[in-house]
């Protein structure tokens, strides 16, 4: 059961920031476990494989016809596993493209966006990410209530990580802190994403 969640008050310049879970995607031979994924705009999927399988999006029609030839533009992870945020709704098909053949596919499906909120108990609350847009260096602002292994990460608009911002263990307390992006980012949108043990938020975030 997915928690309620408050959206807190951000700055004009932050496009939005909503709660997220994390999933887990399998595999047991050669099927994805599960087949069937449903989530939420924003919200990531950590893909553990073995080393012999990866996970590309195809087009429905190659996805019919268990086929291998990879989306163009779409996501991808290596073989191995990774993690993959979906930053727009509709249905993604996946294969393992040396599988492909014996029929080892899923789909994801991603919806408009989560309408629920973390209670009071939980650790991580009030993320904000501005200014909006950024160029060289952003700032970003979280309230821990109990200590936890804090992760932010940047996420490019077709859901690939370009750049792991904090990684590290965090006492209560309020944080504001100005981290300093690569000059080779694109200009575009991008997504922001904080983890906090089992929580994690995400803010778009627009570079100039």
Known sequence: MKKILLFAIIMASSI?????????????GTTFSPSTLTIEVGEDVEFVLGSSHNAVEVTKETWDANGSTAKSGGLSVPYGGGEVVFPTAGTYYFVCQPHAALGMKMTIIVGNGSTAIPSVSDNLSTFTVFPGPASEQITVSYTLNSSAFVTIRLFNMVGVE??????????PGQYQNTYSLNKNLAPGLYFVRINS????????????
Do not use: D, H, M, R
Request: no cysteine; proline share 0%; glycine share 6%.
């Open 162 to 171: 370009v750049a792991n911002i904090l990684k590290e263990s965090q006492l």
């Open 16 to 28: 939005g920031v909503g709660f997220a879970a994390k999933y887990t995607v399998t595999n047991a």
């Open 197 to 208: 043990e089992n929580q994690s938020y995400t803010s778009k975030l627009f570079l100039k």
